[in-house]
């Protein structure tokens, strides 16, 4: 039997009731898998740990914390009331743990998420693009300046080659994780940027000589950008961008699936599960709303983290299918299992009840399948 710890940060906005979430997810794991544990741990991350007077919103108890699990969930931060105070902290953290690289998946874990998208059915139920962003670089850790007096103000973009060569080998490993080898398709606006000139030239390098097998292609982001927009399955596959470029055309990417709140984020210092250092968990939109619709996006991080961090690659699967088993019921007729971001009259509590239970099964069938 193996213990796991777990960091679990609630952050500001919804996040306790969504951390709640996580822990019945992660208990019921325990409760029927006999060899797997969790020690859950909470720290103050965010508006909360400014509201709690840490006068920071990553107190240096929550980083130790965090160093010292195997992994962390974030469930939510970036309530305006605290200025931009909760997303220095997320910058930070992921500084702090090495958590350099960013996995964040774009398919669809459900027909009804294809029902409720503007794109017609059959593009999203292809869509399948895995973004590999850098995390710790470029322009969000670059020399600036707020403006002062004279009213100018800059932000400086960086990129040395050992940075850009650990992300190409990061996803060409994945790329090369398929058969056939799925394509890469690497972004930057080399006809400007000197760092995208020599983006380019790394990745073309790394491809060449360590991933031959593997076609790769290298998109300007403002076609990528309109690609997204208009055919997105000519990005199917890996998509390897910068810190910014990343941001932006991942979030674009999950807007095909309409709803914001059923994607999930990684952040991890590598893709092998030999790595050490903890990964970092998340909602695709950690950005609290009014009131807490959908969970899936956490729940999916609680995925993501069984798969890439945990190793425990059945129980990240018995979850994927409990998801879909949820949100395509086909015996539950009459009672609605959907959110209101889905088109229906689901409370986030009674969408996890039947997810706990759907994930119960498909736990006990992965028991019976060990016997
Ligand atoms: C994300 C978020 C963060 C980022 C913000 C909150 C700093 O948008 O995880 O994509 O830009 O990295
Ligand atoms: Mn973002």
Redesign the pocket.
Known sequence: SHTFHVALLPGDGQGPKLASYVERTLNLIQHIRRDVSFNISTHDFGGAALTAGAGTSLPPSTIDSCRQSDATIICQ??DPRYGIKP?EG??TLRKELGASV?VRPVRFPSSQVVQQSAFRAEVVEQLDITFFRD?TGGV?YGPKQEAGEDGEAYDMTKYSRPTIQRLARLAGTCAMQFTPPKPVHSIDKANVMATSRLWRSVVTEIFSQEFPQVTLRHVLVDTASMLLASDPLTLNGVVLAE?MFG?IL??QAGGILRSPDILA?AAVSSIDRSSTSPGIF?P?N??PREKLVNPLGVIQAVGLMLELSLGLTAESDALSKAIRRTLDPVELIGSDTRTADLGGTATADEFMNVLLHNLDYYLEAVNSAQL
Do not use: A, F, I, P
Request: proline share 0%; glycine share 6%.
């Open positions: 931060c970036g997303e997320l910058l960013n995390l969000y810190n941001d991942s979030d984020s998340e695709l950690l950005k």
